[in-house]
């Protein structure tokens, strides 16, 4: 069934504060924030990632994640990181050390480049975070979804798996073993088949490309079992009916 999104500032500003709602009908805190996002243009996080500097597991407006975009970047161990930028043509210039997705983007944009082989590395924080906090600051509430309350069903993995987004088939045919999936978190997913095995984090529900139904914004960390080859991929499950089919749309920030 799909769900409409109306207002609802009381309860949005509920959410806001931090205040806990009643627990009468048995469902989990997230389970109701989410019903309240449905009543307000906020744009909810489902896990903590560390990305920019003061960006929680809460709900946000659009307006606040555009102002992430003057937050310090976090590297790996959620400590702030920088990257040292040389000039594209005047090699007797200073390089600059850059520390929000701003001012990346705004000497990236002059032509301005990564000085060493350590600031070539943590680039790689900077698209990722630039990247997907440009998409929440980009995207709206949804008017229409056909995700169960913002959230996927094992179902909805499963198609996703199905559709071959990270390897799970050969040659554009279903693979002979079939995908596994496994809930593996509140909104975390395993999914494996074979030797190959992946994760899944939702991380928003909204809309990102325009079309006014619900998309989730994911993490997916993939592996073979016993090998050391991984990969990481990030983009937005696209889930058109209540049937589906639910498809990944993969964003690449580089």
């Known amino acids: 069934m799909a769900v409409g999104a109306g207002a609802g500032a009381a309860a949005a500003a509920a959410v806001a504060v931090g205040i806990a709602l009643p627990h009468s009908d048995g469902q989990s805190f997230w389970d109701r924030l989410f019903r309240i996002q449905k ?37 790996g161990d959620g400590a702030p990181v920088s990257v040292r930028l040389a000039h594209p043509t005047d090699m007797t210039r200073e390089p600059e050390s850059v520390t ?6 705004a000497r990236i944009a002059e032509g301005w480049y990564a000085e060493t082989a350590r600031d070539m590395a943590r680039e790689g924080f900077f698209t990722r975070a630039c990247g997907v906090v440009s998409m929440l600051a980009e995207a709206r509430a949804p008017e229409v979804t056909y995700f169960d309350d913002g959230a996927c069903t094992a179902g909805d993995i499963e198609a996703f798996a199905a559709s071959a987004p990270i390897g799970f088939t050969e040659g554009g045919e279903p693979s002979a073993t079939s995908a596994s999936v496994e809930r593996a978190g509140e909104s975390e997913w395993a999914i494996s088949s074979g030797d190959q095995k992946a994760r899944l984090q939702e991380f928003a529900h909204a809309d990102f490309n325009g079309d006014g139904r619900g998309d989730m914004l994911v993490f997916i960390h993939m592996s073979v079992e016993g090998g050391s080859a991984s990969a990481s991929r990030i983009g937005f499950l696209d889930k058109p009916s209540a049937n589906g089919p639910v498809t990944f749309v993969e964003k690449d920030f580089n």
């Open 100 to 105: 929000t997705c701003n001012q990346y983007r």
């Open 39 to 75: 009543t307000s243009s906020d744009i909810c996080l489902k896990a903590d990632m560390p990305l920019v500097a003061g960006m929680a597991r809460r709900c946000y407006a659009p307006a606040e994640f555009a102002a992430f975009m003057d937050s310090p970047v976090l590297g």
